[in-house]
């Protein structure tokens, strides 16, 4: 099955780059709901079972259990679709992290680096290696690329705004540029398992460790309130 016109995936890969807002909070979620949610989700399951060419409006529509009707209305057309489906595929990247910023016991800097790595490395792939569905689904629009630079940039800024400044409140940060260095880091796990599919969390952690230059120490300070 081939990617969708060079037109279409140019304005696509637009779309999926465009700036957004940062989070206010770790509470803030940009799932839709409702109807939308409900188009969304079929969508998803539709494009990672049949392909996205495959997929119809009228085929999204019936899933969702709604009018096609009402699908055109809520999103325009089949790209407004996918452009959501896309938006949701970074809102699991970006909340694999604010779940673990909730998961994390303060002080246990090893701790919560291994969680970390865990956590987003099976993001992507699954307990055999395999790369998850939504990675079939963006490289057939062929907006791999773009798709990485937009959760990459959303999941740094979530890691600088909101986990960053805790641990500086406790530890010293050794690094400049905190938020590229987070896009460094992102990028680098994401390439490095490409390359040795078969790397431990391990030696994933200590690459980690080596570039942001982390205390490892345990904290043994009583928790502060949690950051919001």
Request: proline content about 4%; overall charge negative.
């Amino acid at each position: 099955m081939g990617r969708l016109g060079s037109e279409s995936t140019a304005a696509l890969a637009e779309a999926v780059l465009a700036p957004r807002p940062g989070r206010k909070s770790l509470g803030e979620t940009r799932r839709l709901s409702g109807t939308r949610g409900a188009i969304v989700a079929a969508a998803r399951k539709l494009f990672e079972r049949n392909g996205v060419r495959a997929t119809t409006v009228g085929a999204i529509a019936a899933e969702a259990n709604v009018t096609r009707e009402l699908a055109y209305y809520h999103f325009g057309n089949k790209q407004g679709i996918v452009c959501a489906v896309v938006d949701d595929y970074v809102e699991d990247l970006v909340e694999t992290v604010i779940v673990w910023n909730e998961m994390r016991v303060f002080g246990d800097t090893l701790g919560s680096l291994r969680k970390c790595v865990r956590m987003f490395r099976y993001s992507l792939y699954d307990a055999a290696g395999r790369p998850r569905p939504m990675i079939a689904v963006l490289e057939e629009l062929g907006i791999r690329n773009a798709f990485d630079v937009r959760a990459t940039r959303e999941t740094a800024q979530c890691l600088c705004d909101h986990v960053a400044a805790e641990y500086a409140a406790f530890h010293q940060v050794e690094i400049e540029l905190v938020f590229e260095m987070f896009c460094l880091v992102i990028f680098g796990i994401v390439g490095l398992v490409k390359v040795r599919p078969d790397i431990s969390d391990d030696e994933l952690m200590k690459v980690v460790e080596q570039t942001l230059r982390l205390d490892m120490e345990p904290l043994l300070a009583e928790a502060p309130v949690p950051f919001v």
